[in-house]
């Protein structure tokens, strides 16, 4: 079953923009205080962040080829190589694998992956965006849907499909790589695949502690979101991951877990979505 934003799942339809939901103003809890040390998830803090609009998807291979199609530097054979390693590897004659139109866009750099937001009047998510997002109105509980362990029916992670040595052998999530965006109940704001399926880009720099963090719309690295989204193409530093993905644990799918990769590189696990600001 595909999973899609409508007001029976989120019972108010002005919430609804071009397949975005509303994400609203306020505080929430960023951060974990009981995490192991080495995740570099504390301290927990309280953040402001300004309304915005998120993706309800993943952005699919689909999506992200009418991208490549449009702005042809973009291409496999033609993209600056300083953004080229490992881009788009499984794509042949930039065309994604067959049956894979409504799965995750995979392989692509964080420079991608701003270029493509741009394009599609958007950007990508701080880190505080993000975490806001991803527990859908939930306090303090460890995954976008609850405290309860994942077992193969609320996202895509490391199963018995997938067999490496830390897969849950006793779940089964339908899918031994990434799945199609939507395929797992959306969390409480209508969001889907915030857990699992793949990392996904934030603007954010890497900074190993939230302890200088400001407390309105911070941003790793900058003292402006826009300044980011300007300079995008200049900037070569480790980047913000959020999410988990198919083929990670149930420690990963948390919402405070953390990642960082060089803008520049991909994964065959890294994705992404977008955000928009809200406009008076």
């Known amino acids: 079953m595909t999973y899609t934003t409508t007001t ?5 339809d002005e919430t609804v923009l071009d397949g975005m939901v509303l994400i609203p103003a306020g505080e929430f809890q960023m951060g974990s205080p009981d995490a192991d040390p080495k995740d570099f998830e504390h301290p927990l803090h309280t953040v402001y962040t300004d309304a915005f609009y998120m993706d309800v998807h ?5 999506s992200y080829k009418a991208f490549v199609d449009a702005n042809p530097h973009w291409r496999k054979e033609r993209i600056y190589q300083g953004y080229a390693e490992g881009y788009l590897t499984l794509w042949r004659d930039n065309n994604y ?11 692509v750099s964080w420079h991608a992956a701003m270029a ?11 880190e505080a965006e993000w975490e806001k997002a991803a527990r859908g109105g939930l306090e303090g509980k460890l995954f976008p849907w609850g405290n309860t362990l ?9 199963d018995k499909r997938t067999d490496y040595e830390w897969s849950n052998m006793d779940a089964d999530d339908g899918y031994k790589w990434t799945a199609p965006v939507g395929s797992y109940p959306p969390n409480g704001y209508g ?10 880009w934030c603007l954010d720099a890497y900074h190993y502690q939230f302890t200088n963090s400001p407390r309105r719309n911070p941003i790793g690295g900058a003292e402006k979101i826009v300044d980011v989204v300007e300079e995008h193409r200049h900037i070569r530093s480790e980047r913000v991951l959020r999410g988990g993905a198919w083929n990670d644990d149930e420690r990963f ?8 990769y060089p803008s520049w590189n991909t994964e065959y696990n890294l994705g992404f ?5 809200v406009t008076a």
């Open 273 to 277: 979505r977008c955000v928009k600001d």
């Open 97 to 107: 694998p067959e049956g894979e139109a409504e799965h995750p866009v995979i392989c």
């Open 8 to 12: 029976d799942l989120i019972n108010n």
């Open 191 to 200: 969001l889907s695949d915030m857990a699992g399926n793949v990392w996904e």
């Open 253 to 260: 799918l948390r919402v405070t877990s953390r990642d960082n």
């Open 116 to 126: 493509y937001a741009k394009w599609v009047g958007k950007r990508l998510p701080t």
């Open 150 to 158: 994942p077992d193969g029916t609320q996202c895509n992670f490391a």
């Open 58 to 62: 993943e952005v699919t291979n689909a």
